[in-house]
Each structure stands twice: as structure tokens, then as C-alpha cells.
């Protein structure tokens, strides 16, 4: 197994935890951070999560953030594919969530792509369908 792939399987194993400061651990101190998802939708109330992010602390913060405005163990989140080349990986899956605000599930498609360097991740880009999400929190 790849050096790359055994952080993304470790990565993914922590997020499931739901602890955030162990998983952010796994990213370099300087770890870029993007999620696809309109500019003028960032750090709205509702998803807070939703945001460009810098290094460790911004990892845990997005986790801490993304745990409190989910309803607890109403998740599901589905890994299709892991695609490893070199230290990139792109993670597949599907992510199955509820929102706390209003009660309402949604399933949202994913890919994730991370870089990892040196045992830790250096890049975070996600790319999802911010539509069933906006819709989930719309008020």
C-alpha cells in the first residue's frame, strides 16, 4: 500500500470518529483548504463549515463546525473509490447527513482531492453538489 493511500484510509477513518482534533492531525500546518461552492455562499449562518480553510486549526475547525450542525448519528457518508497516483488521491462517495436546523436528510455526491506530503495532507479540495446541501439548511 502507498505511503498516500494510508493516509487518506487513516484520514477517512478519524473523520468517522467525529474527532476533531485527532483528525486534523493528519494535515501539514499549511494545508490548503477548498470547497466548490459559490463565493457569495461562504461563511453564510447556516453552514458555517462551507469555507476556505488554512492549515491544522482550520481542519479541526471545520470538523467541530460541520459535527454542530448535523444531527448526530443520522449520517452515512459512502466511500465508492479511492484513486491513488503519486501523493494524490481522490476520494469518491456520496455524503448522507441531516440537518440540524431544520431536520431535513440529504445526500450530496462528493470527490474529494487531497495531497499528501511527507505523512501529512497538504491539499483539501472538495468538490460536491452544494445544492442539496443549501437546500437541506434553506430556512
Not at 501523493?87 to 455526491?109: C, K, L, W
Request: charged residues 30%; without cysteine.
Amino acid at each position: 500500500m502507498s505511503r498516500s493511500r494510508a493516509v487518506v484510509e487513516e484520514l477517512l477513518r478519524r473523520i468517522v470518529a467525529g474527532d476533531p482534533e485527532k483528525t486534523a492531525e493528519l494535515y501539514a500546518e499549511d494545508a490548503d483548504w477548498r470547497l466548490d461552492w459559490p463565493e457569495d455562499e461562504h461563511d453564510r449562518p447556516a453552514t458555517p463549515w462551507i469555507t476556505h480553510r488554512t492549515g491544522r486549526a482550520g481542519a479541526a475547525a471545520h470538523y467541530r463546525d460541520l459535527a454542530a450542525h448535523h444531527v448526530p448519528g443520522q449520517d452515512g457518508t459512502r466511500i465508492e473509490r479511492i484513486l491513488v497516483d503519486g501523493d494524490d488521491a481522490v476520494v469518491r462517495g456520496e455524503i448522507r447527513q441531516t440537518a440540524r436546523s431544520t431536520g431535513r436528510p440529504y445526500r450530496a455526491g462528493f470527490a474529494l482531492h487531497l495531497t499528501v506530503r511527507n505523512g501529512l495532507v497538504v491539499r483539501h479540495h472538495v468538490y460536491e453538489d452544494s445544492l442539496a446541501v443549501a437546500r437541506a439548511f434553506a430556512p
